[in-house]
């Protein structure tokens, strides 16, 4: 009875030792995910506001720059290209909502405010 008391007690030392290594290495791991969410949503953010930024630009009458590569494009080229920059916007946009009504998004916002000091 003594002896197998003894070896439960050696059992548990040896699975109570690997916990804390377990919860460590998902612990890394969570903070490389939230560091790379990190990362997107500023590309994102930067990609919202200089579409913002166009579209204001063009609701008040003002012409944009578009990036346009050297050789120029032709007309129907050009309609879909601000198509494709139109569908892009709104998939950015979406995910930028999804992402900020989640609970990472809402925890990312937060640190953002106080780390403003807001």
Known sequence: MIHQDAEDLRALGERASFLPLKYQAENAQLK???????????KLLKIIDKRDEQLAQVTSGKSIKLPIKKKQVSRPADRKEIARLNS?????????EA????????????YWRKKAGN
């Open 32 to 42: 490389q995910e939230l560091v790379d969410l990190y990362k997107r949503e500023m």
């Open 88 to 96: 892009d916007l709104e998939y950015l946009q979406k995910r930028y």
């Open 99 to 110: 992402l900020k009504n989640s609970k990472l998004g809402r925890l990312q916002l937060w």
